[in-house]
């Protein structure tokens, strides 16, 4: 009898905890649960995701174009463009059914810097498909995106933290005392180290996007065969400079060409290349975290997937690196749509197709926007 009793008590208690449970979870959908579609389309890469703000990311998609524009040896934006618009819905399409969603409930977009006409297709579309499932948007700044990045993963980085932000367009040394107070300490003064190693594969005949073929080779070289300038390490300030070691590698291309001895050397000069712009980076971001007492680093952006620059920087660096996963350092939607899950106060309705090429990242901060009214 005691034993009915007490059976029948606990399921009526599960019952009832179940119910309390299940008002809990539509509390917290209401005021927090947001199904994010995140859209990037900045520059080669078409790529979609749908993160949910309980359970993660539930799906993400890209279609690269490196085919399309290796013929031409860098990016054509024109070709850019028209892909995007080819590609964006279809994988938008895949994205929902994957994850067996009919619509999300606010749609992250990159609005910039990037090529505009591969920044307008992102946004239209956005806009588009809000307007039609009555949702709201978030235009989202692509370096965000790559900043964010780490807290895809399960190890995140907690504020506030020093970010390397290493692509194809920028390198930026970021002081991050949290999401919206973003303060520049430094930035390139010239190339940006992708550029300088897509320049570099160029001038030694590999493929584009040059980064991946340049690391690829330099791991059958040896990387002290030539002394190549690290650039800036002992001037002030955080500041890159990438032309000095972009032009001592030309002239020693040239010369080795007039002496027959360039195919054998490549090797040796995409490793001493490599370690050449690997220091510097390193040299530069120790120097920041030094002198802004910052005990936390994260690096992100499509070199972060450089895997010298993230051994060597856990090495040398005394306190914790956080990197997201490779696919996550080169572009990617998931980027787009875990920095609106942190930036979800920004939804706007949407209104305007927002696309900037030029598009300085301290402009996102908060108290800098409120203050600029
Ligand atoms: O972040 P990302 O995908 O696009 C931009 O926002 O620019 O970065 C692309 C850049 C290219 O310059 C590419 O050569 C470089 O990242 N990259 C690499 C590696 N993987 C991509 N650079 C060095 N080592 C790599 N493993
Ligand atoms: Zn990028």
């Given at each position: 009898m005691i034993l009915l009793v007490s059976l029948f008590c606990k399921n009526k208690l599960s019952q009832f905890l179940s119910k309390f449970d299940s008002s809990c979870n539509e509390i917290l959908y209401y005021h927090n649960h947001m199904l994010i579609l995140g859209i990037e389309t900045s520059c080669d890469e078409t790529a979609v995701a749908l993160y949910d703000t309980d359970k993660g990311l539930l799906a993400h998609v890209l279609n690269s174009q490196i085919s399309l524009h290796a013929p031409y040896g860098g990016v054509v934006p024109e070709i850019a463009s028209r892909d995007h618009l080819r590609c964006l819905l279809p994988l938008i399409k895949k994205v929902l059914s994957e994850a067996n969603i009919k619509k999300p409930d606010v749609i992250a977009y990159t609005a910039g810097p990037g090529l505009v006409g591969a920044l307008m297709v992102g946004s239209a579309v956005a806009n588009g498909l809000a307007l039609t499932w009555n949702c709201e948007v978030i235009p989202i700044h692509h370096m965000e995106g790559h900043l964010l990045a780490p807290m895809l993963e399960n190890e995140k980085p907690t504020y506030p933290f020093l970010a390397l932000l290493v692509s194809g367009g920028h390198s930026l040394l970021v002081d991050v005392k949290a999401v919206g107070n973003y303060k520049i300490l430094g930035t390139t003064l010239d190339d940006a180290i992708g550029e300088a190693f897509d320049k570099v594969a160029k001038l030694l005949d590999l493929g584009y996007p040059g980064g991946p073929e340049i690391s690829r080779l330099a791991e059958k070289g040896?990387?002290?065969?030539?002394?190549?300038?690290?650039?800036?390490?002992?001037?002030?300030?955080?500041?890159?400079?990438?032309?000095?070691?972009?032009?001592?590698?030309?002239?020693?291309?040239?010369?080795?060409?007039?002496?027959?001895?360039?195919e054998k050397e490549k090797a040796n000069i995409a490793a001493s290349f490599q370690k050449a712009a690997v220091d510097s980076l390193i040299g530069r971001t120790l120097k920041a975290a030094r002198e802004k007492n910052l005990k936390r680093v994260i690096v992100s952006g499509g070199v972060g997937a450089n895997k010298m620059l993230r051994k060597n920087l856990k090495k040398c660096f005394e306190g914790e690196v956080y990197y997201p996963r490779l696919e996550?350092?080169?572009?990617?939607?998931?980027?787009?749509?875990?920095?609106?899950?942190?930036?979800?106060?920004?939804?706007?309705?949407?209104?305007?197709?927002?696309?900037?090429?030029?598009?300085?990242?301290?402009?996102?901060?908060?108290?800098?926007?409120?203050?600029?009214?």
């Open positions: 040896i990387d002290d065969s030539y002394n190549f300038p690290r650039p800036m390490l002992k001037k002030p300030g955080f500041d890159f400079s990438f032309s000095g070691l972009k032009t001592a590698v030309m002239l020693a291309v040239k010369d080795l060409k007039k002496q027959g001895k360039l996550f350092c080169t572009d990617n939607a998931a980027m787009i749509a875990i920095a609106a899950a942190h930036r979800l106060n920004d939804k706007i309705k949407p209104s305007q197709i927002e696309a900037k090429a030029r598009w300085p990242m301290e402009q996102i901060n908060y108290q800098m926007r409120s203050k600029n009214g």
